[in-house]
């Protein structure tokens, strides 16, 4: 029991002061968490929830895993932040770790933050240094319809979701939005375009994959134009997608990757990582955070990156998202029109637009999942699950179709 399951917000109690003390950004929450096992949570009334959504694919081992919380206890007893005056050996380590499960190499560089957006941020600035062409200055910076790259004013700019903008319009100019098709594509890009940012999944579009083809016409196509390839794997990275990160699957490299939700399972942390040339655009003083890449967030990072890696958990991701895919398949419910997505992160097509209604009915039923919007549940489970948490899903999500 924690310090927190009390008497004083029990039975919706926590409802008021919360709609009192925050900013009309989000809806109440419909609950009140106050622990964590694995890939379960209770809330402070003592329900328990087999949770689907591990914080929006950023728990990659559940709640309260060991290896997490001995690396964090041990880093907070020696140093929690520093500032980017001083580096830390788990500063060093976390970098050397991207630079190899990205595929970057030794030309790669690393530059931390503290969230997918300022990844994303980052990115974009990486972007702008791209300046000149083989026909003249470069203007240009191509994004996708309908996918989604962080709330800041920049990350917002790439983001191809108009009613998401309009509100904070002007935004950071020079940015495109095209279609997700290789005709698109190929009608784009010129020696004008600076980058080229793809989400290889689109998650908060309710995980809608690119066109078979598309990503490798996109190396293809800015490698010859001398554009940079910026691929957002902040939902999709770090073993999510049963690869350590999607672009692998297509057997290309990109210029930049941006990585965050997954890295450090909870503790707040973001990342840029350049390849090759894109390593030499960024110069001192061009881009810093003051707690980026401190060392209890890199300590995190580097647990859990190396407990996915010593149990298996890209591998588990591939295989159990299979699984999880045929039980949705199976369970054969005429409101279930597609299953999308690729290991574990998974989205479920609806002929009618009843997500909201449906997720509602998983949450009574002690499962959480999302609706990112009225036709899509989307699926992001920790990357630890297994056959009890596979057998359960069928349980409790079959009773929520019902429930419909």
């Known amino acids: 029991m924690t310090r927190y399951e009390t008497d004083e917000?029990?039975?919706?109690?926590?409802?008021?002061?919360?709609?009192?003390?925050?900013?009309?950004?989000?809806?109440?929450?419909?609950?009140?968490?106050?622990?964590?096992?694995?890939?379960?949570?209770?809330?402070?009334?003592?329900?328990?929830?087999?949770?689907?959504?591990?914080?929006?694919?950023?728990?990659?081992?559940?709640?309260?895993?060991?290896?997490?919380?001995?690396?964090?206890?041990?880093?907070?007893?020696?140093?929690?932040?520093?500032?980017?005056?001083?580096?830390?050996?788990?500063?060093?380590?976390?970098?050397?770790?991207?630079?190899?499960?990205?595929?970057?190499?030794?030309?790669?560089?690393?530059?931390f933050g503290n969230s997918g957006a300022e990844a994303n941020e980052a990115a974009f600035k990486l972007a702008r240094l791209n300046r000149t062409g083989p026909h003249g200055r470069r203007t240009r910076v191509l994004a996708l319809h309908n996918a989604f790259h962080g709330r800041t004013m920049g990350s917002l700019a790439l983001t191809g979701k108009p009613p998401m903008r309009e509100a904070f319009e002007p935004l950071p100019g020079g940015v495109e939005h095209i279609d997700s098709t290789i005709e698109a594509l190929e009608a784009s890009i010129d020696g004008h375009v600076a980058a080229l940012f793809v989400e290889p999944i689109k998650g908060e579009a309710g995980v809608l994959d690119l066109p078979d083809g598309f990503l490798e016409r996109a190396r293809e196509l800015t490698e010859k134009h001398g554009a940079l390839l910026i691929v957002d794997e902040i939902q999709t990275g770090v073993g999510r997608t049963g690869e350590?990160?999607?672009?692998?699957?297509?057997?290309?490299?990109?210029?930049?990757?941006?990585?965050?939700?997954?890295?450090?399972?909870?503790?707040?942390?973001?990342?840029?990582?350049?390849?090759?040339?894109?390593?030499?655009?960024?110069?001192?003083?061009?881009?810093?955070?003051?707690?980026?890449?401190?060392?209890?967030?890199?300590?995190?990072?580097?647990a859990v990156l190396a407990e996915i890696e010593r149990a298996g958990l890209v591998q588990n991701a591939a295989r159990r998202g299979e699984e999880l895919k045929q039980i949705i398949r199976d369970l054969d419910h005429p409101l279930i029109d597609a299953v999308r997505g690729h290991g574990l992160l998974i989205g479920i097509g609806l002929t009618e637009g009843e997500a909201h209604r449906l997720s509602d009915a998983a949450l009574a039923e002690g499962l959480i999942i999302n609706a990112p919007n009225e036709s899509s549940i989307r699926l992001a489970p920790p990357l630890i699950i297994g056959d009890a948490e596979l057998a359960g899903f069928r349980e409790r999500f079959g009773r929520a179709l019902a429930a419909v």
Do not use: C
């Not at 999607?246 to 930049?256: F, H, S, V």
């Not at 030499?280 to 209890?296: A, D, I, M, R």
């Open 244 to 302: 350590w990160f999607a672009y692998q699957r297509a057997g290309i490299l990109p210029d930049a990757v941006t990585v965050a939700k997954g890295m450090a399972g909870g503790v707040p942390i973001g990342a840029l990582v350049t390849f090759g040339w894109a390593s030499e655009l960024f110069s001192q003083g061009q881009h810093g955070s003051t707690f980026g890449g401190n060392p209890l967030a890199t300590a995190a990072g580097n």
């Open 9 to 111: 917000w029990r039975d919706g109690a926590w409802k008021g002061p919360f709609g009192d003390r925050f900013m009309r950004t989000l809806a109440t929450p419909k609950l009140m968490l106050v622990r964590g096992e694995g890939a379960r949570v209770w809330d402070v009334d003592g329900n328990e929830y087999l949770d689907f959504l591990a914080g929006i694919a950023v728990n990659s081992l559940g709640h309260a895993h060991p290896a997490l919380v001995e690396a964090v206890t041990a880093q907070v007893g020696t140093l929690a932040h520093v500032s980017n005056y001083f580096s830390t050996p788990p500063q060093l380590e976390l970098a050397e770790r991207l630079r190899r499960i990205t595929g970057a190499g030794e030309s790669g560089r690393v530059l």
